[in-house]
């Protein structure tokens, strides 16, 4: 077991998050001990490209490390893989695994992301019903499928979208139903919406809104999908994309405040002070914004981690950062900065049926968020003009015209 006198930081989730903060620890100057505690058997990997090139097999695995083996050696980092924390003991500053060992910390940072939503309908627990969220996800749905093989996707979010993007151009026949009446419902805008139909309708994915699941059932010749109003889908494989659910239950056991993930500060720390959680897991109350958000991208897991990082090391930098997140589907980037929430007025510059334009959301006639699809110039300059906005010099965009000056011009 650790000791007082050989400080440790203790990283709970083999996450990008987990990767970055152990580089930034180093980096700011932190001596004492680092151990890594992940569930899944390997190092931390990228999991963007699971449901893109990883999926489609133009990515080994290997190449999905977000860091070699040589970098934990060379950082002197204790790996713990394949484990499972039990329980966070906070009167011993100490953790309680699996196996029945007692892990000591200084500090201790929760990387523990999220997990998938389950689907509460009849046979969902069918051996052909899966999530994407690991590596090993999508080696098992790889096996199930190979070309004209059926593949149903539940969720029109940008898990299911990418994923049907890559299928069917390895010639899976795919179907998506979303619930709503029309996909990426919940994080943009109709005319941004409008553009994916039509995209996956020209690649061949049969898209249906507002379509409702009964239940799945195991047939003779496979599997079938029985819908509310009676229609059956049969499929050889399905993948369930509802939204995600934050791994908060190892704080909320140890007495932390959580609601929609772990409650946290400006430097990433919850109401215990020697503990932080960074990444998906984090609920932040975000500066720019003046609320409390849980973001599920990349950026946000390495600069929290960074901000974690400089805290243990004494050089306290608030969370501050412009929230931004991109989709890989066809040949079309999609990059969007800021969140929409609020918006009153949608700007549309480009030619969406060139599959190049961008939406910009103003509110009052200030840009708050962009969608830039194949338009990275228009993703930096609207980023920047967003981060203005929260900038000392703000009251310059009081005009209700400067935003649209800026794009109509």
Request: net charge neutral; with cysteine; proline share 4%.
């Amino acid at each position: 077991m650790n000791s007082v006198a050989s400080p440790t930081v203790v990283i709970v989730g083999a996450s990008h998050a987990a990767a970055e903060a152990i580089a930034s620890l180093r980096k700011f100057g932190w001596l004492g001990g680092i151990t890594l505690i992940g569930d899944e058997p390997g190092l931390p990997y990228h999991r963007p490209p699971l449901s893109k090139s990883y999926y489609k097999g133009e990515v080994v695995a290997e190449k999905l490390l977000i860091r070699p083996a040589s970098f934990y050696q060379k950082n002197d980092v204790c790996l713990m893989l394949g484990r499972r924390v039990e329980a966070i003991n906070r009167d011993t500053n100490t953790l309680s695994l699996d196996g029945g060992e007692q892990v000591a910390y200084q500090y201790l940072i929760l990387a523990t992301g999220t997990r998938a939503r389950k689907l509460p309908i009849s046979g969902a627990d069918l051996p052909s019903i899966n999530y994407l969220r690991t590596k090993q996800d999508v080696d098992g749905i790889q096996s199930q499928l190979k070309a004209g093989s059926k593949l149903l996707i539940v969720g029109a979010g940008y898990i299911g979208l990418e994923v049907a993007a890559s299928a069917v151009k390895q010639g899976v026949d795919v179907i998506v139903f979303e619930a709503m009446d029309r996909v990426l419902a919940r994080v943009t805008s109709p005319q941004v919406s409008e553009f994916y139909q039509r995209l996956h309708k020209e690649e061949g994915v049969d898209i249906r809104l507002n379509a409702a699941l009964q239940k799945f059932e195991q047939t003779g010749h496979g599997f079938q999908a029985i819908t509310a109003d009676g229609e059956l889908i049969p499929f050889d494989a399905a993948i369930v994309g509802i939204g995600v659910i934050p791994n908060s239950e190892l704080a909320e056991d140890a007495g932390l405040a959580c609601d929609n993930g772990i409650l946290v500060n400006g430097f990433t720390q919850t109401d215990d002070q020697a503990i932080f959680a960074i990444g998906d897991c984090s609920n932040h109350h975000n500066i720019l914004y003046n609320r409390r958000i849980r973001l599920e991208s990349v950026p946000n897991a390495v600069d929290q981690a960074k901000v974690a990082a400089a805290k243990i090391c004494g050089k306290g930098v608030v969370y501050d950062q412009l929230p931004w997140f991109w989709s890989d589907q066809y040949d079309v980037k999609l990059q969007t900065a800021g969140l929409l929430q609020g918006y009153d007025q949608v700007v549309t510059r480009g030619d969406a049926k060139s599959r190049k334009f961008a939406a910009f959301y103003l509110q009052q006639g200030v840009l708050i968020a962009v969608d830039a699809l194949n338009s990275p110039a228009e993703f930096m300059l609207s980023k920047k003009l967003i981060q203005q906005k929260f900038s000392p010099d703000a009251a310059k965009l009081a005009d209700p015209d400067v935003s649209l000056k800026v794009f109509m011009s």
